[in-house]
T-cell receptor, first 117, second 112 residues
Framework: NAGVMQNPRHLVRRRGQEARLRCSPMKGHSHVYWYRQLPEEGLKFMVYLQKENIIDESGMPKERFSAEFPKEGPSILRIQQVVRGDSAAYFC???????????????FGPGTRLTVL | AQSVTQLDSHVSVSEGTPVLLRCNYSSSYSPSLFWYVQHPNKGLQLLLKYTSAATLVKGINGFEAEFKKSETSFHLTKPSAHMSDAAEYFCVVSGGSYIPTFGRGTSLIVHP
């Protein structure tokens, strides 16, 4: 059973370009979470999605950032008109059920490291 | 509301000596608590989790953690450090919210 897959692993963009990050959850998992990690910091929650639904996007910047998890295919985190401050590692995690209480942990992908020049 | 504080940003030990990584939490609900490890340029791997069962939790690679409600702590320990343990460690709390809260991380340095 393949783990959570993210691609690309490394992405370099110039200011003003668009970045598209992809995440394929573990087989059987229908919940996807996106996190951002800045240097020497913990992971910050961005968005929680189920198939075709955004459940919670409270951690996502209001502008330039969007996420989707279509019925078919991977989840996509899209950053438009990137700026240098968007440089970070972006992690995707998946879980099989609503994560609450005595629960399943989240399974993390290897991350996409975005560098904005 | 929930929060987690990792009390040390860096911990340095010699190989073969004990490891203690400290974590305090707060949660309005009965929390689930996790420790994850992150090796350089890798994703996070679960070490262990507490979910209201036994307060002493054993994880992978010889790590364990004890849930102490009175102290709101969930410290991570290992009797004898190995060079391969050098990594970043994150304490995570998940309470009534499905959104887990991560600590800032503790960098474990192991000297030969």
């Amino acid at each position: 059973n393949a783990g959570v897959m993210q691609n690309p692993r490394h992405l370099v963009r110039r200011r003003g370009q668009e970045a598209r990050l992809r995440c394929s959850p573990m087989k059987g998992h229908s919940h996807v979470y996106w996190y951002r990690q800045l240097p020497e910091e913990g992971l910050k929650f961005m968005v929680y999605l189920q198939k075709e639904n955004i459940i919670d996007e409270s951690g996502m910047p209001k502008e330039r950032f969007s996420a989707e998890f279509p019925k078919e295919g991977p989840s996509i985190l899209r950053i438009q008109q990137v700026v240098r401050g968007d440089s970070a590692a972006y992690f995707c995690a998946s879980s099989p059920v609503y994560m609450q209480g005595p629960s399943n942990e989240q399974f993390f992908g290897p991350g996409t490291r975005l560098t904005v020049l | 509301a929930q929060s987690v504080t990792q009390l040390d940003s860096h911990v340095s030990v010699s190989e073969g000596t004990p490891v203690l990584l400290r974590c305090n939490y707060s949660s309005s609900y009965s929390p689930s608590l996790f420790w994850y490890v992150q090796h350089p340029n890798k994703g996070l791997q679960l070490l262990l989790k507490y979910t209201s069962a036994a307060t002493l939790v054993k994880g992978i690679n010889g790590f364990e953690a004890e849930f102490k409600k009175s102290e709101t702590s969930f410290h991570l320990t290992k009797p004898s450090a190995h060079m391969s343990d050098a990594a970043e460690y994150f304490c995570v709390v998940s309470g009534g919210s499905y959104i887990p809260t991560f600590g800032r991380g503790t960098s474990l340095i192991v000297h030969p």
